[in-house]
């Protein structure tokens, strides 16, 4: 059994709980703590899908099986971490950022940039695509790109969209129009940002 303490604790959402994996560091261990498994179970019911898939795990973290915590079972993803081994931060934490550095809006509009255009051409679908819940991974100073890191997969009572891609890719595209606004809206404080990310 895994023991998951306070010094490894990176996050909580609603239902879920994030440590640092005790055993490998680049990996972290999801547990819920509100609520019942059932969006977890379906969480990792499409994460087999998309293994299956063989997609790129380019915007995603990959999913490495359950273990069991002293908080209950755990599910274990890829840690996100910067370049310089720092754990990273949301998008949402940049967008809101009043000390953003205009070096690094470059970075952030072209990471957004290939986020949709990689989430829309492998049709991976997910409930909400809310900056706090994907990652701004930098992969050198002013660089980075998109991790999706909750909310990944297709609560429809009968996900048909799951299988045909082309349904898919109309749903990903709703869910990227509201993206987008929230984006928007979200660094409206930004005029520099909200320029680079409307070009």
Excluded at 5 to 30: M, W
Excluded at 123 to 131: E, K, Q, R, V
Excluded at 166 to 194: D, G, S
Aim: glycine letters at 6%.
């Amino acid at each position: 059994m895994i023991i998951l303490d306070a010094t490894s604790f990176i996050g909580k959402g609603l239902h879920r709980e994030c440590y640092i994996h005790p055993d490998d560091s680049n990996q972290c261990v999801k547990v819920v703590v509100h609520g019942d498994l059932s969006e977890s179970k379906r969480e990792q019911k499409y994460y087999k899908f998309l293994q299956k898939k063989n997609i790129r795990w380019d915007i995603v973290p990959r999913f490495h099986g359950l273990v069991e915590t002293d908080k209950g079972s755990g599910a274990v993803f890829d840690l996100i971490r910067d370049f310089n081994g720092e754990v990273s931060k949301t998008l949402e934490y940049y967008l809101s950022s009043e000390q953003l550095d205009k070096k690094e809006i470059p970075g952030i509009c072209e990471a957004i940039a290939t986020f949709k255009r990689e989430l829309h051409s492998q049709a991976i679908i997910t409930m909400t695509l809310s900056p706090k819940n994907i990652m701004y991974k930098k992969t050198a100073g002013n660089e980075g790109c998109l991790v999706l890191i909750d909310n990944i997969g297709n609560s429809d009572f009968i996900p048909v969209c799951t299988y045909i891609t082309y349904l898919a890719k109309k749903k990903i595209a709703r869910k990227l129009l509201r993206f987008e606004q929230t984006v928007l809206k979200m660094c409206a404080h930004n005029k520099a940002l909200q320029k680079g990310l409307k070009t």
